[in-house]
């Protein structure tokens, strides 16, 4: 089956500050990665995703690339501010009737 | 927060018993997730319907039964063969095509003692 591995755990920047979380999956029929962020006591919520035909996506200070030779993922935030700190997950989704994995998550701090 | 609900929010159960938590969509999806969030540990998916009358186990299904006889519905039962069932439960829908946004409901924090 699918493992996604995500690393950091835990990630301190200062605001202002870019921030990189790298996901690796291991499954090649994988075709679609979503982001998902966590706010303390909140439900999981979509930030951004990707599928397997595109390298990059944009969306505002939030970005994504895929390296599909690699196998791996990952998120980039920029101009960090103290309401991205969070928890963050990848996932990866090979579509059809096959379960999603996730990565086990990236406590993000923002230092003001 | 509309869409998907689940309840109660907080559950206390005595060991040894089996316990029921509710999971409800008015989204239209075909499909929905129930997972288990301990820390560390991230989302691990318990079980989940693509179609109304059928699913699928997941990586963590031992201990826990699911029915969905409702496409609305999708009702998650912790049992007493379940070793460890103190955690945060989600529930989550999405379209059935898979490669696509999940979304979650916000979530029953369930305490065996």
């Known amino acids: 089956g699918e493992n996604v591995e995500q690393h950091p755990s835990t990630l301190s920047v200062q605001e202002g500050d870019s921030a990189v979380i790298k996901c690796t999956y291991s499954d090649s029929a994988s075709n679609y990665f979503p982001w998902y962020k966590q706010e303390l006591g909140k439900r999981p919520q979509l930030i951004i995703d990707i599928r397997s035909n595109v390298g990059e996506k944009k969306d505002q200070r939030i970005a994504v690339t895929l390296n599909k030779t690699a196998k791996h993922f990952s998120l980039h935030i920029t101009e960090t501010q103290p309401e991205d700190s969070a928890v963050y997950f990848c996932a990866a989704d090979p579509g059809g009737y096959q379960k999603v994995t996730f990565g086990t998550g990236t406590k993000l701090q923002v230092i003001p | 927060d509309g869409g998907i609900t689940q309840s109660p929010k907080y559950l206390f159960r005595k060991e040894g018993q089996n316990v029921t938590l509710s999971c409800e969509q008015n989204?239209?999806?075909?499909?929905m997730y129930w997972y288990r969030q301990d820390p560390g540990q991230g989302l691990r998916l318990i079980y989940y319907s693509q179609i109304v009358n059928d699913f699928q186990k997941g990586d963590i299904a031992e201990g826990y039964s699911v029915s969905r006889e409702k496409k609305e519905s999708f009702p998650l039962t912790v049992t007493s063969a379940q070793k460890n069932p103190t955690a945060f439960y989600l529930c989550?829908?999405?379209?059935?095509?898979?490669?696509?946004?999940?979304?979650f409901g916000p979530g029953t924090r369930l305490t065996v003692t």
């Open positions: 989550a829908s999405s379209t059935s095509s898979g490669g696509s946004e999940q979304y």
């Open positions: 989204l239209n999806h075909d499909a």
